[in-house]
């Protein structure tokens, strides 16, 4: 990452560190390998490290440091739209059989929609519940449109980092409501849990993301089989 954040092998630095740190194709079975694709030359690495999922980010593919981005200005952006004809970029997607991660706003699903009607062949996973808050109902114009984005093409949702978009203290039932109505929009084969860890830890453990779902009652057993295991691995196809 080239906020001087690490990831990866743990060391701070650009993303063509972590393209190196990444697993080789045979020893990434049962997990998602991660590149942060921040410009064109790391895109088109991707066949060095085999199948994965690219983190997709407002100021992707650039050059800009996250940590110089205000966050609250990016919402009011085009980047995704912008990013459609970075044709070199999908292109490297394609031929590898990358997973893209669209960290989006729930208020730029409209454009996270224009870029999978662009480019259907690829799949995608929207991250975080699109940053939607305990506080934005599921009936918001913006957040129903992730209904229109289940229509159009391969793209999974993750509901990730629910103790960070809680209101509440655990078991964050605040949140239930949103991981139901995604599941009944999707299908359960298309919502995947994460916990976004290790960025939750200033306020969780990593065994109590988890756990949460135990204590949410409108979820069944195999609902929560589905969040944690199966669907994921449909999608990315491990």
């Known amino acids: 990452r080239k906020d001087g954040r690490p990831h990866g092998d743990g060391r701070p630095g650009d993303a063509t560190r972590n393209v190196g740190a990444l697993p080789r194709p045979g020893r990434a079975v049962g997990r998602a390998a991660v590149v942060f694709c921040l410009d064109r030359d790391d895109a088109v690495r991707l066949d060095e490290v085999g ?5 997709f980010d407002e100021v992707s593919p650039g050059t800009v440091r996250l940590d110089e981005v205000d966050p609250g200005a990016t919402k009011q952006t085009d980047w995704l739209v912008d990013a459609i004809e970075e044709s070199e970029f999908w292109a490297a997607c394609a ?19 224009a870029l999978v ?60 409501s949103k991981i139901r109505w995604l599941l009944d929009t999707f299908g359960r084969e298309k919502v995947a849990w994460g916990s976004d860890y290790p960025f939750i830890s200033p ?35 491990h």
């Open 51 to 55: 199948p994965g999922t690219v983190r």
């Open 95 to 113: 031929e590898t059989g990358a997973s893209v991660n669209l960290l989006a706003h729930y208020t730029q699903l409209d454009q996270g929609q």
């Open 117 to 176: 009607e662009a480019h259907p062949d690829l799949t995608y996973v929207v991250d975080h519940f699109g940053r939607a808050g305990a506080d934005v109902s599921v009936d918001d114009p913006a957040f129903q449109q992730f209904a229109e984005l289940s229509e159009v093409g391969d793209v999974l949702v993750k509901a990730s980092a629910i103790p960070a978009i809680s209101d509440e203290d655990y078991p964050h039932r605040d949140v239930e």
């Open 203 to 237: 306020v969780t453990d990593y065994e109590s993301t988890l756990t949460c779902l135990e204590e949410m009652d409108g979820l069944s057993d195999g609902d929560r089989r589905w969040l944690t295991e199966r669907s994921f691995r449909g999608h990315v196809g």
